[in-house]
């Protein structure tokens, strides 16, 4: 079987050409655009978690201190690698649940930040 794929006006064209069967048979998809949305933190939660376990590396921030969106406040290791885990937004940080050398759980947070009034 012989396939050819091609995108022509927002769909996309299969064609399979196969000697076994007679005659050319096409298939065509209607492909969407993704849409890419952007993140401003308006409906980011207070809390900073890691997507999966791992060692708290270095904890970059204390309690009371501010921090803009984006900076980093946390450094895990998880999987061999280092993940940095930033701010969603401007804010102050509240609790802080862990510290350097701890093991924290997937989903559970780690960091919470109230977020400043702009």
């Known amino acids: 079987m012989r396939a050819t794929a091609a995108q022509f006006k927002g769909a996309l064209h299969l064609h399979l050409a196969d000697a076994a069967v007679s005659g050319r048979h096409m298939h065509v998809f209607d492909l969407e655009k993704p849409s890419i949305a952007v993140d401003d933190g308006a409906n980011a939660l207070p809390g900073i978690s ?11 921030v204390e309690e009371g201190d501010m921090v803009e969106k984006g900076a980093p406040v946390v450094i895990l290791e998880a999987m061999k690698m280092e993940h940095t885990l930033c701010a969603p937004f401007s804010g102050t940080v509240g609790d802080v649940f862990a ?17 400043s009034e702009e």
Request: aromatic fraction near 4%; avoid cysteine; charge should be negative.
């Open 50 to 60: 890691a997507e999966m376990p791992g060692k708290v590396v270095k904890m970059l």
């Open 99 to 115: 510290g350097t050398g701890d093991f924290v759980d997937a989903n559970v947070d780690i960091v919470i930040i109230s977020q």
